[in-house]
């Protein structure tokens, strides 16, 4: 490859993480200066657009926001065309992409660093946020257990990737059939640290430094809403089960939230969580990415 990208958290490697995360805190350069950025978005977002495009200025860049739909990936114009022209006006895009294929499109074409800004397989920009904030709030990863409570989606692994990398343990409590398969079990632990899986969510929090959720249904997933509801009805993240992770355990949420569903208003507004530090995290996270990508 002649280009960096950022497609998924695994890929990266344990060093190219660190890196990433030491870029993320450090003092921005101005390593887009005059140069512009193009963020493609297939579906809606407030923290990612938002600290993608306050990141690319505080590298001296330009930000151009574009809806998915304006372009037409593969229905206005094929990814390549689409890809291979944008790489005459910017130093980088990054894209929020329905199917992560679209992604590794942009990325095989190796015409310029390609961001992914959440496929269906990955969420790499929040896993950096949510490591570099519970490594200010918790610790060291290889010292916590981490656990996630619901929808093993596009956060979970990317979040269970970066646990791993970086030698902590993840302990997931999914649905069956909404859990890690054993392939993808393997996968993590090839990675290092430790996995635990359980479908009791009180058993996956025990022991655990902070618990982690997300909505049980993600963008693209509207159709499922009623059944998914129902078999995640189990799941909430509410006093009880914060009770019985470890004493001080924090909460953390990528957002958006659901009051009610995955989390209790109690724990979500609560003095344990740490969703709004995390949030503005992202806005450090995307600085370290871009960073990156332009080969700091
Ligand atoms: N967590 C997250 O990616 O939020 P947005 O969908 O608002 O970007
Ligand atoms: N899992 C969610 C994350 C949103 C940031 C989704 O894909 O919609």
Do not use: W
């Given at each position: 490859m002649n280009h960096r990208h950022l497609v998924d958290i695994a890929s990266l490697g344990a060093p190219t993480l660190r890196h990433i995360l030491g870029l993320s805190t450090a003092t921005p350069q101005p390593l887009l200066d005059g140069k512009g950025a193009a963020l493609i978005f297939e579906k809606p977002s407030n923290r990612t657009r938002h600290s993608?495009?306050?990141?690319?200025?505080?590298?001296?860049?330009?930000?151009?926001?574009?809806?998915?739909e304006e372009i037409g990936f593969d229905v206005r114009e094929t990814v390549e065309d689409i890809t291979k022209i944008m790489a005459g006006y910017h130093a980088v895009l990054a894209a929020r992409v329905f199917s992560h294929s679209v992604i590794e499109r942009m990325v095989a074409c190796d015409v310029v660093p390609v961001v992914n800004m959440l496929s269906d397989a990955s969420h790499p920009l929040?896993?950096?946020?949510?490591?570099?904030?519970?490594?200010?709030?918790?610790?060291?990863?290889?010292?916590?257990?981490?656990a996630w409570l619901g929808d093993y989606n596009n956060v979970a692994r990317s979040l269970a990737e970066a646990v791993c990398l970086l030698g902590g343990t993840i302990s997931l409590g999914c649905p069956e059939d909404y859990n890690a398969s054993q392939e993808e079990w393997a996968r993590l632990m090839a990675l290092g640290g430790s996995v635990r899986q359980s479908t009791d969510p009180m058993k996956a929090v025990e022991g655990a430094h902070v618990v982690h959720t997300d909505t049980w249904i993600s963008m693209g997933q509207e159709a499922?809403?009623?059944?998914?509801?129902?078999?995640?009805?189990?799941?909430?993240?509410?006093?009880?089960?914060?009770?019985?992770?470890?004493?001080?355990?924090?909460?953390?949420?990528?957002?958006?939230?659901?009051?009610?569903?995955?989390?209790?208003?109690?724990?979500?507004?609560?003095?344990?969580?740490?969703?709004?530090e995390q949030g503005h995290h992202r806005l450090t996270a995307a600085r370290g990415a871009l960073s990156w990508v332009q080969g700091a």
């Open positions: 993608m495009e306050m990141a690319v200025v505080q590298l001296g860049g330009h930000p151009v926001y574009t809806r998915g929040q896993a950096l946020a949510d490591i570099i904030t519970m490594e200010e709030h918790c610790g060291p990863i290889n010292t916590l257990t981490v499922e809403a009623a059944e998914r509801r129902e078999i995640f009805s189990q799941y909430c993240v509410n006093d009880a089960v914060m009770a019985n992770a470890l004493p001080g355990a924090k909460f953390m949420h990528c957002m958006p939230a659901h009051r009610g569903e995955e989390v209790s208003a109690e724990v979500f507004d609560g003095a344990s969580s740490l969703v709004i």
